[in-house]
Nanobody, 116 residues
């Protein structure tokens, strides 16, 4: 059974940066796609960024384009999300997701809070 573990969350001030990491229990190249979602208080979960693992092509939600970067690390079996110029509206629980065919695996989620 695949397991995903997120790390790197926390409390930061507006304009600061954080790097989230999603560590997988198996080789990430087993997956078709991996991504980061978030759920803000009172809102539905939304896709933040996703990467095609074999090809490395990424796509982003409009509000994070130019600020967030998703990358894969085969040596660490992880997918990272570099978040720069964080805004209060980025405050949410962030979840890692991995897909292979019709099978979807989720991490447990990690809190990111952006506040002055």
């Amino acid at each position: 059974q695949v397991q995903l573990v997120e790390s790197g969350g926390g409390l930061v001030q507006p304009g600061e940066s954080l790097r989230l990491s999603c560590s997988a229990s198996e080789n990430i190249f087993f997956f078709n796609t991996m991504g980061w979602y978030r759920r803000a208080p009172g809102k539905e979960r939304e896709l933040v960024a996703q990467i095609n693992v074999p090809g490395g092509v990424a796509n982003y939600e409009d509000s994070v384009k130019g600020r967030f970067t998703i990358s894969r690390n085969g040596a660490k079996n992880s997918v990272d999300l570099e978040m720069n110029n964080l805004k209060p509206e980025d405050t949410a629980v962030y979840y890692c997701n991995a897909r292979v065919a019709s099978r979807i695996t989720w991490g447990q989620g990690i809190q990111v809070t952006v506040s002055s």
